[in-house]
């Protein structure tokens, strides 16, 4: 039976993940992080097993899967069966800072 896809982080994802767990260790407590952690894992998974449950977004090939109300990932489905994460964005932020 098929594993899933791999996923692999591009850097500005791996950096926008880092600072919202800053952000979260500096005005929340441990348990959210747990939250958010446990959210994500979640989602990769569920991506990575189908890696079209997720709508498109308004960028060409561009997927959107929000992962607690607060953030949304944003990757695409490369043909190689691999999963590319471009952005871990905060919702709080304006759209006009995505960098996908």
């Given at each position: 039976?098929k594993?899933?896809?791999k ?8 950096s ?11 005005n ?22 189908n ?25 695409r ?8 994460i471009?952005s ?13």
């Amino acid at each position: 039976m098929k594993s899933g896809y791999k996923i692999e982080w591009t850097d500005n994802a791996l950096s926008e993940l880092k600072q919202t767990y800053q952000y979260l260790e500096e005005n929340w407590t441990e348990k959210e992080l747990r939250n958010l952690s446990n959210a994500i894992e979640k989602t990769l998974k569920l991506i990575s097993c189908n890696p079209n449950l997720y709508p498109l977004s308004d960028k060409k090939d561009v997927r959107r899967a929000i992962v607690k109300k607060l953030n949304t990932l944003y990757y695409r489905v490369r043909e190689d069966e691999r999963i590319e994460i471009l952005s871990f964005f905060s919702n709080r932020k304006s759209p006009d800072k995505r960098k996908l």
